[in-house]
């Protein structure tokens, strides 16, 4: 009798343990679509927006293989195959195997064919960017001028194009096609309805697919629950395999094991205490599972009004993400601008290069911020205005605008100082406006030192 | 081990020059005792020793009673430590206030020599915390509630360099607090305008100005060695005779002489109190304030029960004037309605 309920102990144990196990990863998910007659198992497919952050991320290391001018012509090229997309079969530029990192995939096609960042690009003004241009245009503004820099890095207007590039996409490609479009109108009763397949013959139906879209750009591995935040920010640095190797087979798969933009920095965040990753990952799944429960058929109002919920946790917080790193890299520009100052007129070239990464960074996180599904109105304008065109660069001089031929014009002058307390503000403004609580390369984080360090205590409890 | 460090750290005020009671501040003041008791007094080295080492001094209940204090404040007192804490959040709001001002002058004295903002910041955080502590003094004697627990420490009758511990520790919070908010502002503004610069002119990690005053025989105001400075002096910094007038017992030296190092404030204010050369003065409390010099359950919770009965009493005084505002309204209402009769 006893052994009989040991054993059945045991098997409820495992039974439950399975079950929480799945429930933990973002799929598999069964197939509901009535009218698939394949032999898949799995309706979870995400790989388009997978193989769009490979582009993404693969655009930033070609910027670093600018030389200066020298092979501008044919690195455009390349760079605009991988933005606008190519019937050839591109090589994955940004994750490659490295020792002890085994990566699956080496080329675009192995992840998904026919894709590309152009298409998916946020079609509104970016006042932000110089010239009244579009999410796309200033894409292709800056894959111009990335062509004709040194290593990714123009010194003159202290821009380092790789870094635009990559963080700007992070908002106006994914973030923007996640919030304000799968998460937005695809909601809709009316948008790919759940009672259909999302196309023709398609193993998923038309919501299943649109959510599966809208977490294959935020670009969380699929096991990310299973995840500390550290764990999950080292994948994506190639530090930890064992982490990343769900499956076990030995290899990263792109597919589902790697942690990309969103959730990286969303990782990062949380390795100061934050819970953004978990978070947006519980939602995504638990979303997901109210359209899994549905088998098939059209979703009712409560089921939808759950996704909309779901969808505006995602969203906030994620936006939050984004709110994070702009904190962080206006720390950092903030640091990097003390180092300067110290020796203003012998700046060390690699500090300034340093510099210049970090503004990247901030700009691109900043701009990101405004290609959501909500206008953030007045609190754009400050973000722009105090964050500027350009840093301040080594004469002390800003970019203002651009001439008829898209080059940079810097015609005003800014003080170190002036930019250095622009930084602080910005961090002010990520915390009166998003509450940012990781707060990582908090600018005040000085005042606290040197408070530390002053150890005022001057008897401060003796009573006369 | 631990329990070793523990005991040892009950007795770190000793090793620590930030504090008044550091043995090298202790030793300085013996000296300038004894040097006061034989150059100003006149009386040889043995008798001077004798009468500052008094046995009726350092032995008496009152004494006792401090050192058992300083040992139960000391553990108490363990678990209230995030003044730091305090300070940083309010350094930094004080910061970031001026920073989103329109004062744009973040910096801008940032290439001041650095001797000129040093030499100005160590001033400004001594002022500053003078003046707080003045101010915080004050009010213990003047607010009903305050004076309360701030009785503790006037209940001594007897007063020894312990005696500074010798206080409720609710006020050990508070005064701990008044240094977080008087200092966290100073550093923010200096901060603002100077930036790394700021720093502080120390010795022994000390601000050169507190150590001043340490080393100048700080712990004397709570002795009996009545030191007097000349009068002008007095004006400006408070002797130990001074800070001694204030424990007296006799009525006309009440609410006098509040001031920790300087005497201005009290000067400014109107509660100087210049020493009269009295010897044996009096200490402690007037009979009616129900305290004890000696019985520790008194000095703990008395004034847990004083503020209770200052609460009910206030309740009363307000529902009093409460019901005499609705009788005159009763009383109005009734004449209006005499009026329509009419």
Known sequence: MRRALTLGTTILAAGLLTSVASADTYGPFPITEKSYSGDKTNSVSYTGQVARSVLLDSLKSLAGQANGGGNAAELKATMMKYYAGSDEDLPIVSHKSKDGFPIKQTTLHEISKGKNVSGKTYKGLVPGWPGNMTGGEVMEHLIHHASMSDGGFDAANGYDYGQLIQKFGLGAMAFNQAVDNYLDEKLGADNKPNNKPYSDGAAYTGKEHSWDEAFGYFGAPAHALNLEAKQAYNISKKKDLAAGDANGDGVIDLKTEMTFGGAYYAADADKSGTDYLPTITSAFIEGRKVISSADGAALTDAQRAQLVAYAETIETEWMKVLAEATFKYAGSVYADIEKIRADKNNVDPDLYRAYGKHWGELKGFAMAMQTGKDNIGGTAVRLNRLIGFSPVTLDESVVTGIDADGNFVRDAKMSWNAYQLNMLKVQDLMIKEFGVEARKNDATENLAELIKTLDTDSGGAETD | ?342
């Open chain 2, 1 to 342: 081990m631990d329990f070793i460090d523990q005991i040892l750290s009950l007795f770190s005020d000793f090793s620590n020059p930030k504090k008044r009671v550091f043995v090298g501040y202790l030793g300085l003041s013996v000296l300038i005792a004894l040097v006061w008791s034989m150059v100003v007094h006149r009386t040889s080295l043995r008798a001077a020793l004798g009468r500052i080492f008094d046995r009726k001094v350092f032995f008496s209940g009152s004494s006792f009673t401090d050192y058992k204090i300083f040992f139960i404040n000391r553990v108490l007192m363990g678990f209230i430590s995030p003044i730091l804490l305090t300070q940083v959040a309010i350094a930094t709001a004080v910061y970031m206030a001026l920073v989103r001002s329109d004062l744009t002058l973040w910096g801008a004295y940032e290439e001041a020599p650095r001797a000129l903002v040093v030499g100005l910041f160590s001033v400004a955080m001594f002022v500053s915390d003078d003046l707080t502590k003045y101010l915080m003094h004050r009010w213990m004697h003047r607010w009903p509630a305050l004076w309360s627990i701030h009785k503790v420490h006037h209940s001594a009758e007897t007063l020894t360099p312990i005696t500074v511990y010798r206080v409720h520790p609710l006020e050990g919070v508070l005064y701990a607090t008044r240094s977080a908010v008087a200092q966290g502002p100073v550093i923010a503004i200096f901060y603002y305008f100077f930036g790394q610069s700021v720093d502080l002119y120390t010795i022994v990690g000390v601000n050169i100005l507190i150590f001043a005053f340490h080393v100048t025989g700080s712990n004397l105001r709570h002795s009996h060695i009545d030191i007097r400075y000349p009068r002008w002096m007095e004006h400006i910094l408070i002797s130990p005779a001074q800070h001694q007038l204030h424990h007296s017992i006799a009525e006309e030296h009440y609410d006098k002489n509040y001031g920790a190092a300087l005497a201005v404030w009290d000067w400014l204010f109107g509660s100087l109190h210049v020493s009269e050369g009295q010897h044996d003065m009096a200490f402690g409390l007037d009979p009616c304030e129900e305290s004890s010099a000696t019985d520790l359950k008194t000095l703990y919770f008395a004034p847990i029960w004083e503020w209770r009965a200052q609460a009910l009493g206030f309740a009363r005084s307000v529902k009093a004037r409460m019901s005499r505002a609705s009788g005159k309204q009763s009383d109005s209402g009734w004449q209006e309605k005499a009026k329509r009769v009419e």
